[in-house]
């Protein structure tokens, strides 16, 4: 299938018909810094993809030599000293939603791929995908510090979420920066890669994902993120109502169909890989 690119004015969609979405921070020659149109145009985008049948996992990476250079420091933060308080408040809401509410909620698999610089309020969107494959190459760094702030939004939450409380303060503080290979021993991305076999284990990882129950891909990642603030009471609860949530929404009745696989027709074990899929779909 033929590629199908849609571009608005700080944002890339591509897809190839093979159930992969990319979509691109397409600021390269601001290195993908997020001004409002980006907040803005990001928010959209998330929302259309999240209903969209042809996208079973979002990518979410920058063009160019970037992933993202954090806020943009001269249209968010010196622009918004002279808009209106109806402006501010509405960059301030598309801000916070995209790089986290709709991307921790999306319900397909979602991968920050982190082809190069990872800035300040990049951490956000990149800590609530659900997967961060990282270039080698790849700079990271909470560069707040050098300019006088501190990682705002959420950032401080999310890095102390995902990193130990040891290196959240020290880079946190120092703002020096970091690789792929350091950003994995640190727990902040999932995978890392030489820049040049980025793009291709991605797609290799994307369509493993692509071949295990989407229902239960997302109730899994649901319940992972979700039981991280309970205490066990709660989250025994939860995690029971949620496996009989699973039964009911999974069109593909993969419990049933998994148990006739491996204990009728002997064709697969669970604990070596996934039953065989009869159809496909986000
Ligand atoms: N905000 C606004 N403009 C930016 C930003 C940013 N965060 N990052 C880069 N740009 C712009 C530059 O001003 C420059 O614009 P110009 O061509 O009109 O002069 C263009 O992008 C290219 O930037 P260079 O610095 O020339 O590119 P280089 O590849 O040498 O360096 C780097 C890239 C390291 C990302 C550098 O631009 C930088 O340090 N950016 C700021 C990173 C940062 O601290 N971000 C804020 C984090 S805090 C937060 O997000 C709340």
């Known amino acids: 299938m033929a590629t199908k690119t849609i571009t608005r004015e700080t944002v890339k969609i591509e897809k190839n018909g093979d159930g992969i979405t990319w979509l691109y921070l397409n600021r390269p020659e601001k290195r993908n810094a997020m001004s409002p149109t980006l907040h803005r145009e990001m928010a959209e985008a998330i929302d259309e993809l999240a209903t969209d049948p042809e996208t079973l996992v979002l990518v979410v990476t920058g ?138 284990e991605t797609i290799k990882f994307a369509k493993k994902m692509m071949e295990k129950s989407p229902a239960a891909v997302r109730y899994t990642k649901e319940a992972i993120r979700a039981v991280r603030f309970m205490n066990e009471p709660q989250a025994e609860d939860y995690l029971n109502a949620k496996s009989d949530a699973l039964k009911h929404v999974d069109k593909e009745n993969g419990r049933q169909e998994g148990m006739r696989q491996f204990l009728d027709e002997k064709s697969y074990r669970p604990g070596l890989g996934h039953f065989k899929r009869k159809k496909k779909e986000g």
């Open 63 to 200: 063009a160019g030599k970037a992933f993202c250079a954090g806020q943009d420091i001269a249209l968010n933060f010196r622009g918004r000293e002279t808009a209106t308080p109806a402006e501010n408040r509405r960059n301030r809401a598309n801000s916070a939603s995209w790089r986290w509410d709709k991307l921790v909620t999306f319900p397909k698999p979602t991968i920050a791929m982190v082809n190069g610089f990872c800035f300040g309020g990049a951490f956000t969107p990149l800590c609530a995908c659900d997967y961060a494959i990282a270039a080698d190459e790849a700079i990271f760094g909470l560069s707040e510090v050098n300019w006088g702030i501190l990682p705002g939004g959420i950032v401080s939450w999310n890095v102390v979420q995902m990193m130990n409380y040891r290196d959240a303060i020290y880079y946190g503080t120092t703002g020096d920066t970091f690789d792929g290979k350091q950003a994995k021993q640190m727990g902040l991305v999932t995978l890392h890669y030489p820049l040049e076999q980025l793009r291709d």
